[in-house]
């Protein structure tokens, strides 16, 4: 066909078309949970984000959120946005990549092509490129503010560039596509460093191009050689450029005196003349290899320098600032992302490992006097040679991990673990649940969207519970794209060995070898399947060619000649159809705010001015995104407890920002450094054994006062905690003047408030918890401090009984409620909060999609939680009225239609009843004790595993209802203790 080229240009923007329509109409309309948040308020004001950040993604957002023209509450869909373009651009290159591979498998040129040979090629590359838009892991990234939509635009680009590469015969042009690949590669690093991996495979590429007669040793020599450029890249370039250009700068400041910034500058002007040198040498001389090395490498570097991003920015002290990287030391720990700690993964110790000695490492620098001041060295730690293993994936001693894989592996605590129980982790968990789990979600279908949710199970009898058989998240695909992707994968092991190999090489490299470099744990926070999405590409690309073998296999029956063409493109449409029709409803994110009402129902639980200590992505990331982009509550500092002990974090919270005057820290920067003070242990001190004055403890830890030191081994000190008991002076009238304590509380006001803080010691972001409470206190608790009921109970300093409960929040109060363990509830602020300040928009809209995993955890449990802890309270107080009006409103915001009842919802039926709405108390009842009772049957018929937390749940939920019924004494409860003993029965069994 002469016009084929035109109409594949066509067919490719009309696939492009169609995807972006269908993201468009799917899209976020504002901040999604995650980092979605941090990115769109880092994009929208340039700010500098979790490292190694994005530059180029917050550049290119930038530029989306103009589009707003000024509303702030539409930058967040237009940073969107910036993921549904890249998406759909995502697909158009795989649509001309697919072509590309189809023509040689064909072993044609475009021009000579039949008809019914480009319509299976054009159809192949519109079937591969739609099934992978409207698979799972894509689409949810396609339609929200990550980088991994963008990511995949890039993995395409380069992909394509690279077979586009391939087929150009003009050795001069063909030479000017490479500098542009590795532009692009460059480019690809201000996004995210996944695209990096596609390195190997395309070396392997390259090889087979310039050497027909390829050999297996030249093939394994061009991989190597692709990830020692992918070595050079990550480590030589990223991190080792500026690490050199620090070496030049320690020199130059330390040994000649000079100021900061001139090392650096110096080693850009060797660098720079080194690389232009280099480029005119290999002109001059001729050498093509050495100029395209050269020029690569500078068009490399030039992609890189997107990174200028962070430091310009940090150097006018952003709000969002993370690392500080404005200076070449913080700039190095952010591209480095040494807050992220490192994980062993050729050898290292495992999680029974123990420490022999500890000793002197890196030295760390510190800025002072015009000099880099060596203050402190890092630590390397030695472990037990039998605590040592090849490959280590059991490495994790954290508590909570190590009751895992004990768990995971059948190891006797005591036990210690071998090497097989080492893979067999790595291939039963890393393997199997942390990477086939997601690829056959992708293509075989899903169970539903709660975590750790296996793939749809097409053996298990019985009628499905309500909520997993109504669960939008659950897909059936009926094996179909796995089906065309293996046939696809088929063809190319038959019919193009070279393009096999490269792609096969692309599906591991971008899928199991970043399992084994991840290294995961053996629990994650939410599920981590758009990790792996580039190798989902290469599997969508199998996909694409399978429409090829399957037109070979239906030629042999059908003797006309476009009719294998036709039958072929009409079977495999089904892929992409299933795949689009199973997918909308819970990809479809119109009418969905909470992750923005939940944010700023935190925010107005605190009263003006106030201090929110918060904990992690989801309870701070929201609370960016609506501060810094819409401007609420400007006035509360959201103070993150993960990243309280940073140095850099400190120093922030030390400045006023907004509305929000600074934090009242009284220890300067030398006592908070990087290494300083990261622990203080117990040591108790006779003298202050029965307690010890905190604002005079947090003098002499500012004072650095030897009075508290005690030696460590290695001969340096280390403060200490002289008691376990802390207390705080109160001027009683000054706090009753102040009017924050309610006169019914007037009774707790002592003129001393005492608490115990253990003897476990505190970490640094304890510690400056402490300093902003004795601060505070000491200037007459002027400042309102809140802790985010969301935070782990270890926050809470062991302070509860001095936490007065508002909303989504604890406000820290000068008095102690003896025996209020949990906090004790003001009721007329709560109510007023909860009723009036606090936003619930759509989640009585049955149509909009809430994700299990998102939103019916830490979101609704706080909400009805919040409610329960109101009514409960309410109850107590005899305001009977007041409750049920609390208790009906959750039930109209929150309905059972939108956010199925769960465990807080079976202690309504208790609390209606106590109110003396009988008819809602039982309709509850009859709702959650069928639903269980059906689902306990489904679970209980053909017990596994992986059911325990389902049957734990409805167990539970089915007994709180009957405690309830039982101790109203209602005649209904007979039925259901009847109902709930049989199922329990069952279950003992």
Not at 374 to 379: E, G, N
Not at 487 to 503: A, I, Q, S
Not at 680 to 703: A, R
Not at 824 to 834: H, L, P
């Amino acid at each position: 066909m002469n016009n084929f080229k035109k109409i594949n240009d066509l067919v490719g923007w009309a696939v492009f078309v169609i995807s972006l329509i269908v993201f468009a109409a799917t899209v976020e309309r504002t901040a999604s949970f995650w980092d979605c948040g941090e990115f769109i308020a880092c994009a929208y004001k340039l700010q500098v984000p979790h490292p190694p950040g994005a530059p180029l993604f917050l550049l290119l957002g930038r530029l989306f959120s103009l589009f707003a023209a000024g509303d702030v509450l539409q930058v967040a869909y237009w940073v969107n946005m910036l993921s549904v373009v890249s998406s759909a651009l995502t697909i158009l290159f795989m649509h001309w990549t697919i072509v590309l591979i189809g023509r040689k498998v064909l072993n044609k040129k475009f021009d000579e092509l039949t008809f019914n040979e480009a319509l299976i090629l054009l159809s192949s590359g519109v079937v591969g490129s739609l099934a992978y838009a409207f698979s799972d892991t894509f689409w949810f990234s396609a339609v929200e503010a990550e980088v991994y939509a963008m990511s995949s635009f890039f993995t395409a680009l380069v992909v394509w560039a690279a077979f586009k590469w391939e087929i150009i015969e003009d050795e001069v042009m063909a030479n000017r596509w490479l500098i542009l690949i590795a532009y692009i590669v460059g480019l690809s690093i201000g996004v995210h460093l996944l695209n990096l991996v596609t390195v190997p495979a395309l070396a392997l590429l390259y090889y087979f191009k310039k050497y027909p007669k390829p050999t297996y040793l030249g093939g394994f020599a061009s991989i190597f050689a692709g990830l020692v450029i992918l070595g050079v890249i990550n480590s030589g370039i990223i991190p080792g450029l500026p690490s050199i250009a620090f070496s030049f700068e320690l020199g130059m400041v330390n040994g000649m005196g000079m100021p900061y910034g001139s090392g650096v500058v110096v080693f850009l002007i060797l660098f720079v003349g080194l690389m232009v040198g280099g480029v005119a040498y290999s002109h001059k001389k001729n050498k093509v290899n050495l100029n395209i090395g050269m020029l690569a490498l500078s068009f490399v570097l030039i992609g890189y320098l997107s990174y200028t991003l962070a430091l310009v920015r940090s150097n006018y002290n952003t709000p969002i600032n993370e690392n500080d990287p404005s200076n070449i030391l913080n700039f190095l720990k952010y591209l480095r992302r040494e807050q992220y700690g490192d994980r062993s993964l050729l050898f290292g110790p495992i999680y029974t490992a123990e420490v022999e000695s500890v000793e002197q490492g890196a030295p760390v620098y510190k800025m002072q006097d015009g000099k880099y001041v060596v203050y402190d060295h890092k630590q390397k730690v030695s472990y037990s040679k039998d605590g040592q293993m090849l490959f280590p994936r059991i490495y994790s001693s954290a508590p909570q991990h190590v009751e895992l894989y004990r768990e995971m592996l059948g190891i006797p605590e005591g036990q210690k673990p071998t090497f097989g129980d080492n893979l067999k982790f790595m291939f039963s968990h890393q393997m199997g649940h942390m990477y086939m789990r997601y690829l056959l979600w992708n293509f075989v279908g899903r169970e539903s969207d709660i975590q750790d949710a296996g793939v749809i199970d097409y053996t298990r009898k019985g009628a499905l519970p309500e909520l997993l058989a109504t669960n939008k998240a659950r897909n059936n695909y009926f094996y179909l794209p796995l089906i065309l992707g293996l046939l696809g994968f088929y063809l190319l092991y038959r019919k193009n060995e070279k393009d096999f190999l490269v792609t096969i090489l692309m599906f591991l490299l971008t899928g199991l070898a970043l399992v084994v470099f991840l290294n995961s744990p053996p629990t994650e926070p939410r599920e981590r399947d758009y990790i792996y999405v580039g190798s989902f590409y290469f599997f969508a690309i199998w996909i694409g060619l399978g429409v090829m073998q399957l037109a070979e296999w239906l030629a042999k029956f059908l003797k006309n000649g476009a009719s294998s063409g036709i039958a072929a493109t009409a079977l495999s449409a089904i892929v992409p159809v299933i795949l689009i029709q199973q997918n909308w409803d819970d990809h479809d994110r119109n009418h969905r705010y909470h992750q923005v009402d939940f944010a700023r129902n935190m925010l107005n639980s605190c009263a003006p001015n106030a201090i929110l200590f918060t904990g992690g992505d989801n309870d701070t990331f929201p609370l960016w995104y609506v501060q810094e982009v819409e401007g609420f509550r400007t006035d509360v500092r959201v103070c993150n407890l993960s990243l309280l002990g940073t140095d850099w974090y400190i120093d922030q919270m030390k400045r006023k920002t907004y509305e929000s005057q600074a934090l009242p820290i009284s220890l300067s920067k030398d006592r908070f450094l990087e290494g300083v003070n990261d622990q203080i242990l117990f040591y108790e001190n006779p003298n202050v054994k029965t307690g010890i004055n905190l604002q005079e403890y947090m003098k002499l830890v500012k004072d650095d006062n030897q009075a508290i030191k005690v030696p460590l081994q290695d001969g340096s000190m280390i403060n200490t905690m002289p008691s376990e008991t802390v207390f705080l002076p109160v001027n009683v009238d000054q706090v009753k003047k102040s009017g924050i304590v309610p006169k019914d509380m007037d009774q707790f006001l002592t003129d001393q408030i005492s608490w115990n803080v253990g003897k476990g010691g505190i970490m640094k972001p304890e510690l400056i918890q402490l300093d902003i409470i004795a601060q505070n206190a000491a200037e007459g608790w002027k400042r309102p401090i809140y802790f985010a009921t969301t935070l782990a109970s270890s926050s809470y300093l062991n302070m509860k009984e001095f936490m007065q409960l508002e909303g989504y929040a604890y406000r820290l109060m000068p008095f102690k409620v003896p025996g209020a363990k949990d906090g004790f509830v003001n009721t007329d602020i709560m109510y007023n909060n909860m009723t009036t300040k606090m936003a619930w928009r759509d989640l009585d809209n049955p149509k909009t999609y809430y994700h299990s995993d998102f939103y019916l955890e830490v979101p609704v449990v706080t909400a009805r939680l919040s409610f329960l802890r109101l009514v409960d309270q309410l109850v107590r107080e005899g305001k009977l009225q007041k409750a049920k009006q609390a208790l009906d409103y959750e039930m109209k915001v929150m309905p059972d239609k939108t956010i199925p009842y769960d465990q807080l919802s079976a202690n309504y039926v208790a609390l209606y009843l106590a109110v003396g709405d009988k008819k809602t108390a039982l309709q509850i009842a009859d709702t959650m004790m069928n639903r269980n009772n059906k689902a306990l049957d489904y679970y209980l018929t053909e017990r596994r595993g992986s059911d325990a937390r389902e049957i734990q749940t409805a167990l539970y939920e089915m007994q709180i209802i009957v405690n309830g019924l039982k101790e109203a004494k209602m005649p209904e409860a007979a039925k259901y203790e009847q109902m709930f003993n049989s199922q329990l029965q069952k279950a003992s069994l």
